[in-house]
């Protein structure tokens, strides 16, 4: 299978703090996966240095096909070059409406010129209404995103994700502070969202991961303790002690 | 669903327009040039000089309101604005005056001694005759006007592509700004920058070619031209605001790190709307100046900048009528309050006098809106339109510092 993100050997330190420690991690172009570990196992710095926005001390990553490598590049070149990010706190546009959210994130010319100019057209326009019933948010779309529910906000955010076309979704606990309902469609929105994409999840919640059934990768001290099905990675002794164990 | 006009979508703009066209035919109709004769050609100038505050207003709401940047520097661009077209209005002026008495002459004066006693004329004051390398343009009115948005735009941009390059936000750019406009007026104050030193340009009202057409006639023209910039501005600026680069830049105000992971290039943004709005401020300053008269390098310190954000705050950041409203109404109460015609206040044991007190108010006022109505004197439009509160419990709309406050936004 072809590697659409390749991360090797990746170390980078915090005032002494070794954050990520000699890390390595692959994903395919259309794969779902989920990364469990400790507080403090690095998961979210391990985000922050695919997207850009922590540059690491040593190591090599690589992007897609052509072997990019994403460390001379902006968040927002990141961005543009398809990877997408959901924080861990739901982060949408709180001042304007749900359909301007969406607006902003599909994918079109991103330069301040071109979006100057740009006007929404029939195309957009129902691309996002498309987008919004994916969601279930189909008849919040001129509500301002800042009334809506917690767990609104998440999917809201999540659509805004898909409408970036991204190649890989890199999605921090989608699951935190949600009702079991709205878990539910949480996993299926991620799970048909990886068939035709990359998605890798950091969740904390073992039921929530049980759940999307997919491989899973285990993070502890800035490392890949274990990896693979969630029923072996569970029997490994090594993280039984180091977190199942707690 | 057909996408509908600009005006449909934002009524606030036809409102906007239709208010200042009559306050326009109002002032004309009450003028000493075409009308009653009830305004003075005084009271006329003030309120021409008002119009290209509620301008610079309406760019510092752009810049701050929408886009979060705190600048504390556009009165610097402001400034140069007028500068470039005092420039011009100065040399053809004493142009006019040097070539009207040296006509008389025996012997008609050659083109190099014209311009050489321009230049004594000029340059007297601070001790100089010689023209300096930046007046090379100053006999072409083109030329200026083209200055008037050039040299603020690239300052702007020099400026800010060096600041958001290196990520500087929150206060300490707008330390920066300040700093950049400290710099070029005590750059100003000294005698060999080129422009008169402490003495600035002065004698700007008397435009070329006009000296036969009385002020009252000059003042109501400036007013029109001014009225006319402020609503071309406005139509600018809410267009700007209306789609999606409007969205961006109130992202980047809320949550820039948002925007950036949506691919956004967030410094790009920043630089385009800075450098557009220091136009903007330099064209309302170009209006402003030959309306005050004179320009010096007091009219860039630092505070004039800060003032500029306080009638935005006043007003109501966020919405471009609330920067107008802001700027017309403090700078108005200003002008009130410090030319001597406020009634002292008697307490028996002090006298308070407006002239010395008005600041203190100012600051008190200030305070009071930031604390109590943080949507400004345009907040009160809202009271009308049955606009509420988004129930936020106490957040911000965003984690950036420059974000809206729970109380600033409305559903």
């Given at each position: 299978?072809?590697?659409?993100?390749?991360?090797?050997?990746?170390?980078?330190?915090?005032?002494?703090?070794?954050?990520?420690?000699?890390?390595?991690?692959?994903?395919?172009?259309?794969?779902?996966?989920?990364?469990?570990?400790?507080?403090?196992?690095?998961?979210?710095?391990?985000?922050?240095?695919?997207?850009?926005?922590?540059?690491?001390?040593?190591?090599?990553?690589?992007?897609?096909?052509?072997?990019?490598?994403?460390?001379?590049?902006?968040?927002?070149?990141?961005?543009?070059?398809?990877?997408?990010?959901?924080?861990?706190?739901?982060?949408?546009?709180?001042?304007?409406?749900?359909?301007?959210?969406?607006?902003?994130?599909?994918?079109?010319?991103?330069?301040?010129?071109?979006?100057?100019?740009?006007?929404?057209?029939?195309?957009?326009?129902?691309?996002?209404?498309?987008?919004?019933?994916?969601?279930?948010?189909?008849?919040?779309?001129?509500?301002?995103?800042?009334?809506?529910?917690?767990?609104?906000?998440?999917?809201?955010?999540?659509?805004?994700?898909?409408?970036?076309?991204?190649?890989?979704?890199?999605?921090?606990?989608?699951?935190?502070?949600?009702?079991?309902?709205?878990r539910e469609h949480t996993t299926s929105l991620l799970v048909e969202a990886a068939k035709t994409r990359a998605v890798v999840v950091v969740e904390h919640d073992m039921e929530f991961v049980r759940r999307l059934n997919c491989k899973v990768t285990v993070l502890h001290e800035g490392s890949v303790l274990a990896e693979g099905k969630l029923d072996h990675v569970t029997a490994n002794q090594k993280v039984i002690?180091?977190?199942?164990?707690? | 669903?057909?996408?509908?006009?600009?005006?449909?979508?934002?009524?606030?703009?036809?409102?906007?327009?239709?208010?200042?066209?009559?306050?326009?035919?109002?002032?004309?109709?009450?003028?000493?040039?075409?009308?009653?004769?009830?305004?003075?050609?005084?009271?006329?100038?003030?309120?021409?000089?008002?119009?290209?505050?509620?301008?610079?207003?309406?760019?510092?709401?752009?810049?701050?309101?929408?886009?979060?940047?705190?600048?504390?520097?556009?009165?610097?661009?402001?400034?140069?604005?007028?500068?470039?077209?005092?420039?011009?209005?100065?040399?053809?002026?004493?142009?006019?005056?040097?070539?009207?008495?040296?006509?008389?002459?025996?012997?008609?004066?050659?083109?190099?001694?014209?311009?050489?006693?321009?230049?004594?004329?000029?340059?007297?004051?601070?001790?100089?005759?010689?023209?300096?390398?930046?007046?090379?343009?100053?006999?072409?009115?083109?030329?200026?006007?083209?200055?008037?948005?050039?040299?603020?735009?690239?300052?702007?941009?020099?400026?800010?592509?060096l600041a958001f390059r290196s990520r500087v936000t929150g206060v300490y750019l707008s330390i920066l700004t300040q700093a950049m406009t400290l710099a070029l007026a005590l750059y100003l104050f000294q005698n060999d920058s080129g422009l008169r030193g402490n003495n600035g340009l002065s004698g700007l009202q008397n435009i070329p070619g006009l000296t036969d057409v009385p002020q009252s006639h000059v003042s109501?023209?400036?007013?029109?031209?001014?009225?006319?910039?402020?609503?071309?501005?406005?139509?600018?600026?809410?267009?700007?605001?209306?789609?999606?680069?409007?969205?961006?830049?109130?992202?980047?105000?809320?949550?820039?790190?948002?925007?950036?992971?949506?691919?956004?290039?967030?410094?790009?943004?920043?630089?385009?709307?800075?450098?557009?709005?220091?136009?903007?401020?330099?064209?309302?300053?170009?209006?402003?100046?030959?309306?005050?008269?004179?320009?010096?390098?007091?009219?860039?310190?630092?505070?004039?900048?800060?003032?500029?954000?306080?009638?935005?705050?006043?007003?109501?950041?966020?919405?471009?009528?609330?920067?107008?409203?802001?700027?017309?109404?403090?700078?108005?109460?200003?002008?009130?309050?410090?030319?001597?015609?406020?009634?002292?206040?008697?307490?028996?044991?002090?006298?308070?006098?407006?002239?010395?007190?008005?600041?203190?108010?100012?600051?008190?006022?200030?305070?009071?809106?930031?604390?109590?109505?943080?949507?400004?004197?345009?907040?009160?439009?809202?009271?009308?339109?049955?606009?509420?509160?988004?129930?936020?419990?106490?957040?911000?709309?965003?984690?950036?510092?420059?974000?809206?406050?729970?109380?600033?936004?409305?559903?």
């Open positions: 299978m072809s590697t659409l993100l390749e991360v090797s050997g990746v170390s980078v330190t915090f005032d002494g703090f070794r954050a990520i420690n000699n890390l390595s991690f692959n994903i395919g172009p259309a794969e779902l996966r989920a990364i469990i570990g400790p507080n403090g196992a690095g998961k979210t710095t391990f985000m922050d240095i695919v997207t850009g926005k922590t540059k690491p001390d040593e190591g090599r990553v690589l992007w897609g096909e052509k072997n990019v490598s994403l460390l001379k590049m902006s968040e927002a070149q990141i961005a543009q070059a398809g990877i997408g990010r959901k924080f861990q706190r739901p982060t949408v546009f709180e001042d304007q409406s749900v359909e301007d959210n969406l607006l902003m994130a599909l994918a079109r010319p991103r330069g301040p010129l071109s979006v100057l100019f740009w006007r929404a057209s029939q195309k957009a326009l129902s691309r996002v209404r498309e987008l919004a019933e994916e969601i279930g948010l189909a008849d919040q779309l001129s509500r301002k995103s800042g009334e809506l529910s917690h767990g609104q906000k998440q999917w809201l955010e999540i659509g805004m994700l898909l409408a970036q076309e991204p190649k890989l979704l890199l999605v921090d606990e989608p699951a935190a502070g949600m009702t079991p309902e709205e002690d180091v977190y199942l164990g707690r | 669903m057909q996408r509908r006009p600009l005006v449909a979508r934002h009524p606030s703009i036809l409102i906007f327009l239709a208010l200042l066209a009559l306050f326009t035919l109002g002032v004309t109709l009450l003028s000493e040039a075409y009308g009653t004769g009830y305004l003075s050609t005084s009271f006329v100038k003030t309120l021409g000089k008002t119009l290209c505050l509620c301008l610079v207003a309406v760019a510092m709401d752009l810049v701050w309101g929408y886009a979060g940047i705190l600048s504390l520097g556009h009165f610097a661009f402001f400034g140069l604005g007028g500068y470039m077209i005092g420039m011009w209005l100065m040399y053809e002026r004493t142009r006019d005056i040097v070539a009207g008495s040296m006509a008389e002459a025996a012997i008609p004066p050659t083109e190099q001694e014209i311009v050489d006693a321009i230049g004594t004329q000029i340059f007297g004051v601070v001790g100089a005759s010689e023209f300096p390398a930046i007046w090379a343009f100053a006999d072409s009115l083109l030329l200026q006007l083209v200055l008037v948005v050039a040299v603020p735009g690239l300052l702007a941009l020099v400026f800010g592509w109501m023209w400036f007013l029109w031209a001014s009225a006319a910039a402020l609503a071309l501005g406005y139509v600018l600026s809410a267009w700007i605001v209306s789609g999606k680069f409007g969205s961006v830049l109130r992202g980047i105000r809320d949550n820039e790190a948002r925007v950036r992971f949506l691919g956004y290039p967030v410094e790009q943004y920043k630089l385009m709307i800075f450098t557009v709005t220091a136009m903007i401020a330099g064209i309302a300053g170009a209006l402003y100046y030959p309306q005050a008269g004179i320009i010096n390098p007091a009219e860039i310190a630092p505070i004039a900048s800060i003032y500029l954000a306080v009638w935005v705050a006043i007003g109501g950041r966020g919405r471009l009528y609330g920067a107008v409203i802001g700027a017309a109404f403090v700078s108005l109460v200003s002008s009130w309050f410090t030319g001597g015609q406020a009634p002292d206040v008697n307490l028996g044991f002090y006298t308070i006098s407006w002239v010395d007190w008005w600041l203190i108010l100012l600051g008190l006022s200030f305070v009071a809106v930031t604390i109590f109505a943080p949507r400004g004197i345009g907040g009160l439009v809202d009271l009308i339109a049955d606009a509420r509160r988004p129930d936020r419990h106490g957040a911000d709309l965003g984690p950036d510092q420059g974000a809206l406050r729970e109380k600033e936004a409305d559903r």
